[in-house]
């Protein structure tokens, strides 16, 4: 963000500077001989900023003349051209608050001070020494100190006067608590801001310490009204800040302050849309800090909901026309906060997401603007282009606004009428001309407004289609029962739907249905205006029964929970992508009616069809559980679970639209359980370390974590399908017999097993949200009758003494997924030991056969023998993908052979898990044809990808028996080729 250009002063503001210099020297001369001759040795940088501010400032001029003394040791302190440090305001005025006698020189002291700091903070601004963070992040470090240190000076007096109050059920002294409001709580005060506060307290009671007590409440009615005093009366030195406490509950009608629990009950039941955007901001400004913490946690829950919250654009919307009926009832069209292209409409657009999206992403739970639009950019939410252009309009508003307010200290935001002012603020703003400032600021206006445009205006009147022409209008007769059956039917058949009177029933019963009779009224009415909405984009697929087979029963699952009607009512295009992709997948559409959450990916069509890559697939989730506190195990959970849900919907969104090929679409799944498999184990770590204490290695150094998670199968071999669970087998290298550090302190054997159980647990159980993955342990040594978690050197000695072949063949697939490096590496050499062994071919040929023979009698197609009978390739057959003659397993089991065959001779075969690759391997070492290991990989490829497809259509991996009739005779034959039987 940069600062606006310096200007050269122009000409007719020349006298202006010229006078004004001439009445601070007179000033300075009148103080003293020594300031007059400090004033002509000023050197010409700051002369020069002189000059710029005081033709721009009357307020600073005004100030120097009134108080010379004030400018003089602003001057000398060096402090016109540094930025304070962190603090070094609230030090200064501690120690002009000591020794203040009474009330009335603790408001004449405030006053003086803060007239100190607004001539520093003016002159820097005006002199572009400070950019526009530094000037508000000043102005409200001074709104804070002057806050809190005049509530600590008052709170004692009035202690002494009324007596201490204490909590009726802590017995605790009470502090109260100021919580900042709007721009001060988010720290971007501009120059001549009001400031809005709440006061609350922590619990009812009384004082004590007087012969008469006061209710707490009262006691902390008549300290706030001191503390406003303080700071809102105009006396002969000005005011400290204008204070405004009508956002409080029931505004100025209201008690000043109220108990926690009484702001708890109040914005729980009577909160009201404009006070959640309000609270949006609020932070503890003064008074009680750690008492604060706990009322923004309590109040947390009403600003951020848990669901998406589209209903808040519905609210806004109601806000911005409030405001423009009353910008257009006063003539403020040039108001440059409230007007079209105004300030308010970025931090509308801001507080829009934040209020929707910020009760699941805790990164939108901020109070800085700047700092919510750079999240809108990271996170998808926006492009960057536009947030670039609203941080920009934005700047340039604030900026303007500064010069608006810098002329005299006024809170105003309207374009000045006369020619100084203009020629001044165009001035401030580094323009040569009025006219130029004003191009430039309808440019950024201009823009501000489209895109809140964009995020704000009804998605009826876009194009400026008046309201009553909304989309899908023409079902609303039929949707709100006034046609007969028969002209409903003659509708939908004339719309394209091939069985009316089905989709007619589908209707009627949706409905007539218990979820939509048992809806409130604002449900309803949501739902009233969704139908037609759907029923008219429905009509534009080619399959609109199906459309509306697969989407109504998600309809009818969140018709309860109506803020997911407006999302899809608000965003025409993310409906439009849930009726394609549900068109297409009946997994999907189940997916996201038992996950309705999932609604949420569908707004932003560039993350929902570009999954990112593993680093930052695994970089996304870290920061996600970052933000949750370490406690809460309930809520990591559910993110794990939520992050794994959308993910695997963009991969299958992805895969559908074909922006995702097979192989991809197997990796980024991968990808996705190592992520989750990575922060799982370190949550179940950090869980049974706390409990139990650090296990230790044999050497007694603690364990860190000296654990690995290796995975089989499918996961090993980067092959996951959209349904597969993972096989597992969880390894350590700690001493099982030397006991943990804690004060429950267990064995290691039993430490790792209780580490094992928890990452299990925390995978497997069943939330809200579903469960993250099912798991198969049975590939660990000894299979359900072995250890939960085996030891590196109990693990070499089963593969090397006890495993069967098919475990060696398992093996071959099993790759460390997470977990400590050392022990990655160390299994890794077992793995190459025990796989790389010399073994009898004519035995193994043997064993691997009997192995896959049992397989296909048991897995395999009863009525074609697996595959093998006459009638295999017929159509009226069914093939297996996987488990018949010529399937997904003949190929794996051939790759496993091979490998367990020579790569004694060729350990390269070793390297790698996935059946692609080893592929590769056996043809660049000759041990396969080129054209056979091209052709195995091709057929796999294809299998793998037909099994996809009938996952997404919920259908099991059998097709029709004439399908890959040659692909299968081609496995076969290689099979026989290598001797297989």
């Not at 963070?133 to 809190?148: G, K, Q, R, W, Y």
């Not at 803020?563 to 189940?590: D, F, G, K, M």
């Not at 998670?709 to 090993?716: A, F, L």
Request: one cysteine or more.
């Amino acid at each position: 963000m940069s600062l606006p250009a310096l200007a050269s002063l122009p000409a007719a503001l020349v006298p202006l500077a010229t006078r004004a210099e001439q009445s601070l020297q007179a000033a300075f001369a009148g103080l003293s001989p020594v300031a007059a001759t400090a004033y002509a040795s000023w050197p010409s940088e700051r002369h020069a900023a002189l000059q710029r501010v005081a033709a721009a400032s009357d307020f600073v001029v005004q100030q120097g003349e009134r108080d010379p003394q004030m400018l003089f040791d602003l001057a000398a302190s060096g402090e016109l051209e540094r930025r304070l440090g962190a603090g070094e305001l609230r030090s200064q005025l501690a120690h002009a608050l000591a020794e203040c006698a009474d009330e009335d020189e603790l408001g004449r002291r405030l006053r003086r001070f803060r007239n100190r700091q607004q001539v520093r903070i003016i002159w820097r601004d005006i002199s572009r020494q400070a950019d526009l963070i530094e000037t508000c992040h000043d102005l409200s470090d001074l709104a804070d100190a002057c806050i809190d240190l005049a509530y600590h000076w008052l709170y004692p007096q009035h202690c002494a006067q009324f007596g201490t109050p204490m909590g009726r059920r802590s017995g605790e002294p009470q502090h109260m608590v100021v919580l900042g409001m709007g721009k001060l709580g988010a720290h971007e005060l501009n120059l001549s801001s009001d400031i809005d506060l709440i006061f609350g307290f922590p619990e009812g009671g009384e004082t004590e310490g007087v012969k008469r007590p006061l209710d707490n409440q009262e006691f902390f009615i008549r300290l706030g009204q001191k503390l406003i005093k303080a700071l809102d009366v105009i006396t002969v030195d000005g005011f400290v800040f204008r204070t405004d406490m009508r956002l409080r509950p029931y505004g100025s009608s209201g008690s000043l302050v109220f108990s926690f629990n009484a702001l708890e009950q109040y914005y729980q039941d009577q909160g009201r849309d404009w006070e959640r955007y309000a609270m949006i901001k609020a932070r503890v400004v003064g008074g009680d800090q750690a008492a604060g913490a706990q009322l923004l946690g309590m109040l947390r829950p009403f600003v951020y909901r848990r669901y998406l919250d589209f209903s808040a654009i519905e609210a806004l919307r109601a806000m911005k026309q409030l405001i423009q009926q009353e910008v257009r009832r006063k003539g403020m069209a040039e108001n440059i906060k409230l007007g079209s292209g105004g300030i308010r409409e970025v931090e509308f657009i801001a507080q829009a997401f934040q209020l929707i999206h910020g009760g699941r992403d805790l990164s939108l739970q901020q109070r800085s603007l700047f700092a919510v639009l750079n999240t809108l950019r990271d996170q998808g939410y926006l492009p960057a282009a536009v947030t670039d252009e609203l941080r920009d309009g934005y700047a340039f508003l604030r900026y303007a606004e500064h010069a608006l307010q810098a002329i005299d200290d006024r809170q105003t935001q309207m374009l000045p009428d006369n020619d100084e002012d203009r020629m001044r603020v165009a001035f401030i703003m580094g323009f040569d001309s009025w006219p130029a400032f004003h191009e430039c600021l309808m440019h950024w206006r201009g823009r501000v407004d489209w895109h809140f445009r964009q995020v704000i205006a009804d998605p009826d009147e876009e194009g400026g289609a008046p309201a009553e022409e909304a989309v899908g209008g023409e079902w609303l007769p039929l949707w709100n029962d006034m046609q007969d059956e028969e002209a409903a039917c003659r509708q939908l058949a004339e719309a394209g739907f091939a069985e009316p009177q089905s989709a007619w029933r589908r209707l009627v019963g949706l409905r007539n249905g218990n979820q939509v009779r048992a809806m409130q009224r604002l449900g309803r009415e949501r739902l009233d205006a969704f139908v037609p909405r759907l029923l008219a984009q429905a009509v534009e697929h080619a399959d609109p029964d199906l459309v509306l087979e697969r989407v109504l029963p998600l309809i009818e699952a969140v018709a309860r929970r109506s803020a997911y009607l407006v999302l899809l009512t608000e965003n025409p295009s993310a409906l439009q992508r849930l009726l394609t992709l549900c068109a297409a997948s009946p997994w999907i559409a189940e997916q996201i009616s038992r996950f309705p959450l999932l609604l949420d990916e569908l707004l932003n069509e560039g993350r929902l069809f570009s999954p990112p890559l593993a680093p930052e697939l695994a970089a996304e989730l870290r920061e996600r559980l970052m933000r949750i506190p370490e406690e809460d195990l309930e809520q990591q959970m559910e993110v794990l679970r939520h992050f794994k849900l959308a993910h695997r919907l963009r991969v299958a969104a992805s895969e559908i639209t074909g922006t995702l090929p097979l192989m991809k679409v197997s990796d980024y799944l991968t990808w996705l359980a190592e992520a989750i498999l990575e922060q799982v184990m370190a949550l179940a770590w950090r869980h049974t370390v706390s409990k139990y204490g650090a296990p230790q290695r044999v050497d007694g150094s603690l364990c860190d974590p000296d654990f690995v998670i290796v995975g089989y199968g499918k996961v090993g071999g980067i092959e996951l399908g959209h349904g597969s669970d993972l096989d597992l087998v969880f390894i350590h290298d700690g001493d099982p017999h030397a006991e943990t550090d804690g004060e429950k302190a267990i064995d290691g054997a039993q430490f790792f097993n209780r580490l094992g159980q928890r990452i299990i647990h925390l995978l497997t159980t069943q939330t809200n949200s579903g469960q993250l993955y099912e798991v198969d342990m049975r590939l660990r040594p000894s299979g359900a009758a072995g250890l939960l978690v085996s030891s590196l050197g109990a693990f070499e000695r089963y593969q090397q003494g006890e495993a069967w072949t098919w475990e060696h063949q398992a093996l071959l697939r099993a790759r460390v997924l997470v977990g400590c490096a050392r022990v990655g590496k160390a299994f890794e050499a077992i793995r190459a030991g025990v796989l790389g062994r010399k073994r009898d071919l004519a035995a193994l040929r043997s064993e691997v056969s009997e192995m896959r023979a049992k397989m296909r009698d048991n897995l395999g197609s009863k009525a074609t023998a697996a595959g093998t009978a006459a009638n295999a390739f017929e159509a009226t057959a069914r093939f297996d993908l996987k488990q018949d003659a010529g399937g997904i397993v003949d190929i794996e089991f051939m790759v496993q052979y091979a490998a367990l065959a020579w790569s004694c001779q060729y350990p390269e075969l070793l390297e790698f898990t996935d059946n692609i690759r080893i592929l590769e391997g056996l043809e660049r070492v000759g041990l396969l044809p080129g054209e056979d290991a091209r052709l195995l990989q091709d057929i796999y490829r294809a299998y793998r990808s037909a099994a996809h497809r009938q996952a997404l259509q919920k259908q099991p991996g059998v097709v029709s028996g004439e399908q890959f009739a040659e692909e299968r005779r081609t496995v076969v034959r290689i099979w026989r080729t290598l001797g297989l039987s």
